[in-house]
């Protein structure tokens, strides 16, 4: 009896641990990239260009870049991702190629994003002749985003009630007007979270957009969308490993570090709070 | 009037569909480009040649050498290890969330999770330099702590956040009456979740651990700064490996277009892209089992 309490009671110390491994590795990551680099942090670094060979200065250009980049791919995927979640979820039926679209989605889910990068490079920045540029690298992370736009669109209509549908569809209402006037509103909020879910994996990838138009140092800021841009990601990348003197730059590094992450929390925690806003019942 | 609305329903019916094209045309365009584009490679290298142990050094003046046998050595060894870690992990906290944590402290700990996903790779692999390398280099009395080691601890934990929300909604999924019976034959919390849980939900386990290895395999800014990128064949988890991503990242922006070495890293992509899709293939044959199992 004692030695079943006694695994008993192992085991769960075992889970224990698990949970708080987890947990103590993402705090002591967080802290120290915190306590390096929020001092760092101002309005003058966030604001200004770099300075004598990248070792003093601000990140302007690559916030700037960063931020153009990744708002022209969630403009580029968002219709394209909903028009197709709305298609599979309110006018397909069950047939092969539903099925097969489904399948492509969720494989595309599944590719590299540095298989993107290739295929960008390929498409749009050769066979499309759009150079590398901002054009280009928001295309390939259009693409890249396009799966988890249509998983959580598709979430989202489901989670429309039948019966607002069949009662429009009662009124007389035809099934795009059904869609339009009736799902469509209903399903927002839940569409909004999965677009700005999508919005931050686009402002932190960096091999998509290595090859199709990020680049090492711009004297000015992108003047049209065919120009080559910086880019936070790439920034911290160069400043931590291509850099001639990384040791010098790493209060830097860490200032970028931080200022990436923020964003990208920040657009979590919008995204977490209009969830749980319009989702009482699944709030996590 | 009538006509008009019908015109418009039956307009956006049509348009829509089009969307849907776009993901398949994209799928399908991948392939083709990486399948032409390879074919050129092997073409002009060989396929023996490719999948040999011979050394990657296509920027050689004489004798460039193709072969990737030390970069999938890396990427599996980085992939082992990051699995090695994370499952065990992953499905402990799984249970840990679903089975013992009270509801405060999973509310608590689920955001956290989903954190984890958010991190950007390039984050990752800094973290991977600033605070891990030098851990492991100072624990294990290295010169530097960029190895293959390195690479799975970060890969585990970009992992992680996969395994543990799939793992969860598995372990969620088995029914109450399973446990119930086990508690009423006199087993305690463990035995129930070791003898009737997890048996329960072995294959769903399974598949959310290999969507996890397969994201941990197509990663690449996070291993390319934190493995040290050495194109030699691996000799354990000590040495400095190179990936076939992080190959493929280092080396695409400085060749010129058209020549064996652009194609090849097309290859070496070709050769990611089937091993992720078959990993997801699998772990999908192995969920829709589960799912008819259920029904």
């Known amino acids: 009896m004692t030695i079943r309490k006694l695994r008993m009671w192992i085991g769960m110390a075992s889970l224990i641990v698990c949970a708080l491994g987890v947990a103590a590795f993402m705090v002591i990551m967080l802290f120290d990239l915190s306590r390096q680099g929020i001092p760092v942090l101002s309005w003058e670094f966030l604001t200004s260009f770099p300075r004598q060979g990248m070792t003093a200065g601000g990140i302007w250009p690559a916030v700037f870049g960063t931020t153009v980049v990744t708002l022209l791919a969630t403009l580029l995927a968002a219709p394209l991702g909903v028009a197709c979640a709305v298609w599979l979820e309110e006018y397909a039926g069950e047939g092969a190629f539903t099925q097969f679209t489904r399948a492509a989605v969720r494989n595309l889910a599944g590719v590299p994003s540095i298989v993107y990068g290739l295929f960008g490079l390929a498409i749009f920045v050769e066979g499309m002749r759009m150079g590398a540029s901002i054009l280009a690298s928001a295309c390939t992370l259009a693409l890249l985003t396009l799966p988890s736009v249509i998983a959580t669109t598709e979430e989202a209509l489901r989670q429309v009630p039948r019966a607002l549908r069949e009662g429009a569809l009662a009124l007389g209402a035809t099934r795009w007007e059904t869609t339009y006037s009736v799902v469509l509103p209903t399903a927002l909020p839940g569409i909004l979270t999965g677009v700005i879910l999508a919005l931050s994996r686009a402002a932190g990838e960096t091999a998509p957009i290595l090859f199709t138009g990020v680049a090492f140092y711009t004297r000015y800021l992108p003047a049209s969308p065919f120009d080559e841009f910086m880019a936070l990601p790439y920034h911290l990348y160069i400043l931590s490993t291509q850099h001639h003197d990384p040791e010098l730059v790493r209060p830097l590094a860490y200032g970028t570090a931080i200022a990436l992450l923020l964003l990208v929390f920040l657009l979590n925690l919008v995204a977490f709070v209009l969830r749980a806003q319009y989702h009482p019942k699944k709030r996590l | ?295």
């Open chain 2, 1 to 295: 009037m009538t006509s008009r609305r019908y015109f418009w329903n039956r307009f956006f019916e049509k348009s829509l569909a089009v969307s849907a094209f776009v993901s398949i045309a994209t799928l399908l365009g991948i392939f083709l480009l990486l399948a032409i584009h390879s074919w050129r490679a092997f073409e002009r290298i060989g396929l023996g040649e490719f999948f040999s142990l011979n050394a990657w050094n296509p920027a050689a003046y004489d004798t460039p050498s193709y072969g990737i046998g030390a970069l999938l050595l890396g990427t599996a060894l980085t992939t082992l290890g990051a699995t090695a870690i994370a499952a065990p992990i992953g499905v402990g906290m799984a249970f840990f969330l679903s089975e013992i944590a009270p509801l405060w402290l999973r509310n608590l700990l689920k955001p956290i999770v989903e954190l984890m996903a958010a991190v950007p790779s390039v984050v990752m692999g800094f973290v991977g330099i600033v605070l891990v390398g030098p851990f492991l280099a100072r624990v294990f009395g290295l010169p530097n702590g960029l190895n293959a080691l390195n690479g799975s601890i970060l890969l585990a934990f970009m992992a992680l956040p996969t395994v543990i929300s799939i793992s969860e909604d598995v372990v969620q999924a088995v029914p109450r009456a399973y446990k119930e019976a086990s508690y009423a034959l006199g087993a305690n919390r463990w035995e129930t979740l070791t003898r009737v849980t997890l048996p329960a939900c072995y294959s769903g386990l399974l598949a959310a651990i290999m969507l996890g290895v397969g994201r941990a395999i197509g990663e690449t800014m996070t291993v390319l700064m934190a493995t040290g990128n050495a194109t030699a064949i691996p000799q354990g988890f000590f040495s400095s490996v190179r990936t076939i991503t992080a190959t493929v990242a280092i080396e695409m922006g400085e060749v010129p277009t058209g020549t064996t070495h652009y194609y090849a890293l097309f290859a070496c992509a070709l050769v990611l892209f089937l091993i992720t899709l078959t990993i997801n293939f699998a772990a999908e044959r192995v969920a829709a089992r589960l799912r008819k199992r259920g029904q």
